[in-house]
């Protein structure tokens, strides 16, 4: 994702709001992930919920991301663009 966010993927070109779409759709794909490795560590089980919340977060970023660069913002786009507004919003205060 780095050459996306840096322009260097011939043929896509993300606005600012784009850039912040991706970035935050990836991050809930991350989060996801981080958190089964914290429960993997911890000698934790790996629950079917927190399966199926990484599987539903990476199946959005990827709609997402699909339209994206497609010059597109799905419907699956808006709850993750509702969110990084609200954390952008918040994050300033």
């Not at 966010?5 to 011939?10: D, H, Q």
């Amino acid at each position: 994702m780095p050459d996306v966010m840096a322009g260097k993927l011939p043929g896509v070109t993300l606005t600012a709001a784009e850039k912040t779409l991706v970035k935050s759709a990836s991050q809930g794909v991350f989060d996801e992930i981080a958190s089964l490795e914290t429960s993997i560590a911890g000698g934790s089980s790996i629950t079917a919920p927190a399966v199926s919340a990484l599987e539903a977060d990476f199946a959005s970023f990827e709609t997402c991301w699909t339209g994206v660069k497609a010059g597109q913002q799905p419907p699956a786009c808006a709850g993750i663009a509702t969110t990084a507004t609200t954390n952008t919003t918040t994050a300033g205060n």
